[in-house]
């Protein structure tokens, strides 16, 4: 089995074209499950122009170097929200990398003292709505069509008698990010991975 090098990192500015050709890369059912609405090239690039890298939180994943996955947190979209918008590229999915976003991106919320998250596409997003449930989050109200809040409880704990398998390690990524960071999120939420895909063995790092 080949062994993928993955990290998440906190991007910045200079990361500004990396996203662009993320986002960019995205089918047009994929875009509409990001943003909540179908975004030509032009749209995505006026997006990423508004992203204020010093107020909010990006994210990435990088396999081998290659940005695949990326989490944009507005933590003052509203008093007591934050807004998240979560997107990984096709060919890197099943490996943990949504679930891994999803926990930072609530984590940086909840130290922000914000009690929601909305999510833009969440209502038709079924694969957004299962990692959001499997983070201890819970769905409060829809936004339309485009999207949906979540409430940003504590992460939950583990029960008396653990469940095996995947469901363990999923609630360790929400008791453990805290502690450990982004590298122990990445590595158990990639070994909690999809069971109906082989994802290749990965390696955490965070820069």
Request: charged share 25%; proline share 3%.
């Amino acid at each position: 089995m080949r062994t993928m090098n993955a990290a998440i990192r906190t991007l910045a500015s200079d990361a500004h074209d990396a996203i662009v050709r993320h986002l960019t890369s995205l089918s047009a059912e994929d875009r509409f499950l990001r943003f909540g609405a179908v975004l030509d090239n032009d749209a995505i690039w006026r997006y990423t122009a508004t992203i204020d890298f010093g107020r909010d939180k990006v994210f990435g994943v990088f396999e081998e170097e290659r940005l695949v996955g990326v989490a944009h947190l507005r933590r003052e979209w509203r008093r007591d929200s934050a807004w998240a918008g979560i997107s990984v590229a096709p060919g890197s999915r099943c490996r943990g990398y949504g679930y891994a976003l999803m926990c930072v991106a609530a984590l940086e919320a909840r130290r922000c003292e914000r009690r929601r998250l909305a999510l833009p596409g969440l209502a038709e997003n079924h694969i957004m709505l299962h990692l959001a449930r499997k983070a201890g989050l819970s769905v409060i109200g829809e936004l339309g069509r485009s999207g949906a809040y979540v409430l940003l409880g504590e992460p939950e704990a583990v029960p008396q008698r653990a469940p095996a398998g995947r469901r363990a390690r999923s609630l360790l990524v929400g008791l453990l990010l805290p502690i450990f960071g982004f590298d122990m999120a990445l590595m158990i939420a990639a070994s909690a991975a999809c069971d109906s895909c082989k994802a290749p063995q990965v390696t955490a790092a965070v820069r």
